[in-house]
């Protein structure tokens, strides 16, 4: 079983940058894929971005694309997610997943484990 904890969470402005880590421990890293999840206040967990198990395939949200970038160093055991050009509608906890089976997913059912989450805020 593995465990998740994400730091890096920050108040910054709209057009800054930011990035997030999740470090894991407790399990074999490399044998599960990863994602990032944000919740704002009031509403569901939103799919952010997802990685395999080498890194080579990641795939993300259309709110996202072009502006975060998920990427994770095994040896290290950690996932990041580097955002930039940051907008107030980015204010959320963010969340890193993780599940055994093969293949990304933007469904947060689909994920077993999670971290406690790190609060990004982007004011104007």
């Known amino acids: 079983q593995v465990q998740l904890v994400e730091s890096g969470g920050a108040l910054v402005q709209a057009g800054d940058s930011l990035r997030l880590s999740c470090s894991a421990s407790?399990?074999?890293?490399?044998?599960?894929?990863m994602a990032w999840f944000r919740q704002a206040p009031g509403k569901e967990h939103e799919f952010i971005a997802t990685?395999?198990?080498?890194?080579?395939?990641?795939s993300y949200a259309d709110s996202v694309k072009g502006r975060f970038t998920i990427y994770r160093d095994n040896a290290k055991n950690t996932v990041y997610l580097q955002m930039n050009r940051l907008k107030r509608e980015d204010t959320a906890v963010y969340y890193c997943?993780?599940?055994?089976?093969?293949?990304?997913?933007?469904?947060?059912?689909?994920?077993?484990?999670w971290g406690q989450g790190t609060q990004v805020t982007v004011s104007s």
């Open positions: 407790g399990g074999t890293f490399s044998g599960y894929v």
């Open positions: 997943a993780a599940r055994t089976y093969y293949g990304g997913s933007n469904n947060p059912n689909a994920y077993t484990y």
């Open positions: 990685i395999t198990y080498s890194g080579d395939l990641t």
